[in-house]
T-cell receptor
């Protein structure tokens, strides 16, 4: 079955550490996205990519970095520069940006906690 | 930028009907989507409206009025499993055709 796999499900980070969240899709989608969700709030866009080897900043990119070396993979690194990283991180994909008839497909998320 | 407003919470009993309203402000509006998210889970796509009118999919319907910058999600014959958060999301040319999400409405279904 096609879908998006995020790992790990839970992640604990010490102060000053960089951590990388994995996102893999086998839907053959061109576009991929990373969102952050805080308790009781909506989804805020961190980064998105419309094509391999290209990505753009979203609304809250500071303290985060991404890469898109393969169509299937869009890992997110939370750097030590992100001062408040504790949140639920969701990866999503769509055939391409602007094609919303069938919606975005989301992964199950990674819950990151700073300890 | 984009802004979306939807109620934060709605409570209803099983079998009832719930309407979740969403008003939006954006330039270059393209369409309005709705997503459902159970606690701690992945959001799942419910519906998409690009044109005015009502779209019906089983117990859920979604409505759009482009002239009023307004839409709603209608949940009929509520079931306990419908307890979840519901997000409206706007697709616009001004945002490079990416979705911008509202803060979500938590629907609680009581027996």
């Amino acid at each position: 079955d096609g879908g998006i796999t995020q790992s790990p499900k839970y992640l604990f980070r010490k102060e000053g550490q960089n951590v990388t969240l994995s996102c893999e899709q086998n839907l053959n989608h061109d576009a991929m996205y990373w969102y952050r969700q805080d308790p009781g709030q909506g989804l805020r866009l961190i980064y998105y990519s419309q094509i391999v080897n290209d990505f753009q900043k979203g609304d809250i990119a500071e303290g985060y970095s991404v890469s898109r070396e393969k169509k299937e993979s869009f890992p997110l690194t939370v750097t030590s520069a992100q001062k408040n990283p504790t949140a639920f991180y969701l990866c999503a994909s769509s055939p391409r940006t602007g094609e919303s008839n069938y919606g975005y497909t989301f992964g199950s998320g990674t819950r990151l906690t700073v300890v | 930028g984009q802004s979306l407003e939807q109620p934060s919470e709605v409570t209803a009993v099983e079998g009832a009907i719930v309407q979740i309203n969403c008003t939006y402000q954006t330039s270059g509006f393209y369409g309005l989507s709705w997503y459902q998210q159970h606690d701690g889970g992945a959001p799942t796509f419910l519906s998409y409206n690009a044109l005015d009118g009502l779209e019906e999919t089983g117990r859920f319907s979604s409505f759009l009025s482009r002239s009023d910058s307004y839409g709603y999600l209608l949940l009929q014959e509520l079931q306990m499993k419908d307890s979840a958060s519901y997000f409206c999301a706007v697709l616009s040319r001004s945002n490079d055709y990416k979705l911008s999400f509202g803060a979500g409405t938590t629907v609680t279904v009581r027996a």
